[in-house]
């Protein structure tokens, strides 16, 4: 289901490996069980962080395939699941979302999770390059070619008191991925539990993105902007505009602020390069956001020197 050239050196062979294992399928029937079982994976992890859609809302993505968003932008939804035998194990969905004034393509990576028996055997990384080759199909089917695209994902910053933030990290570094300049892009993500009595409307988050078509080097800020954008214009689909502007405007209005390009940070690929996560530490991201884009613990910022230090003497 992955074409091998869209793993990394660092992924290839334990992807393949654990490929040929399992049974990768994407998931079409939002009715059947094997749709119910996915969603309540992905529900028993990220629903009670707030980074989950509705069931309801999944099931008509799955239903609908093409995603008409308005003025040009669409996207086509894909939830892939991997079984080992009858278990399922893990599942990882994601949008091919295409900005068709741009002529760019955002692969939106939104969720993926393994379970725990599986983790380091390689699924992971499998989940992390399947985009990559879902968007060429789609692209394809849809345009009769590729287009220039982000591979992106949004990510908790780095902290210390979460190691599995780091570890997610290392994992997106080894498989190609980088991290836009957080001072230049400041992307959140809408918090999707229903709560009007919040003192914030959005989580702060990184842009991890590996790019496909396109130059290499820093990010135009024209180019930057297709990522929020295309986000965001999905999250309206089935958020009120209220819990979704203020993320959207805030991103793109910093990118726009100035026509510097945006860096590309490369993020470490080992524990021995870990040093690369001073710019991408919790305390010296939320800072740069409002306080009501940084999430239910928006307060708790610390020095960003003594989180790097943590997370050093951690590894």
């Known amino acids: 289901m992955v074409d091998p050239d869209d793993l990394s050196a660092l992924d290839r062979e334990r992807a393949l490996a654990v490929g040929q294992r399992l049974r990768l399928e994407e998931i079409r029937d939002p009715d059947g069980a094997a749709f119910h079982a996915a969603y309540d994976m992905l529900d028993r992890f ?4 707030g980074e989950l859609e509705d069931r309801e809302v999944l099931a008509r993505f799955v239903r609908e395939r093409v995603l008409d968003y308005g003025a040009g932008a669409s996207g086509t939804y894909h939830l892939v699941g991997a079984w080992d035998g009858e278990a399922l194990v893990g599942v ?19 969720h993926s999770f393994v379970a725990p028996a599986w983790r380091r055997s390689g699924l992971a990384a499998l989940f992390r390059a399947l985009p990559v080759t879902l968007a060429r199909q789609a692209q394809a089917a849809r345009f009769g070619r590729e287009l220039p695209t982000l591979v992106a994902a ?13 570890v997610r990290l290392v994992a997106y570094g080894k498989s190609g991925f980088s991290a836009l300049d957080p001072r230049r892009f400041r992307y959140s ?16 988050m990184l842009g991890i993105v590996r790019t496909v078509n396109l130059p290499p080097g820093p990010l135009a800020p024209s180019v930057a902007e297709v990522f929020p954008r295309l986000f965001h214009v999905c999250h309206r689909m089935y958020l009120d505009r209220s819990r979704v502007d203020p993320s959207e405007e805030h991103a793109v209005g910093t990118l726009r602020a100035s026509a510097e390009p945006v860096a590309l940070l490369p993020l470490p690929t080992s524990r021995g390069e870990l040093q690369r ?39």
């Open 46 to 49: 990220f629903g009670a962080l």
């Open 92 to 110: 990882r969905d994601c949008y091919v979302d295409i900005d068709e004034v741009a002529g760019l393509s955002l692969v939106a990576l939104s």
């Open 154 to 166: 949004e990510m908790e910053p780095a902290d210390p008191a979460v190691p599995e933030s780091v």
């Open 189 to 204: 993500q809408p918090d999707f539990r229903a709560d009007p009595m919040a003192d914030h409307t959005g989580i702060a």
């Open 277 to 315: 996560l001073g710019p991408l530490v919790r305390s010296a991201v939320l800072p740069l956001y409002p306080r009501n884009l940084r999430g239910p613990e928006g307060d708790r910022v610390s020095d960003p020197v003594s989180e790097l230090a943590a997370i050093l003497a951690g590894s």
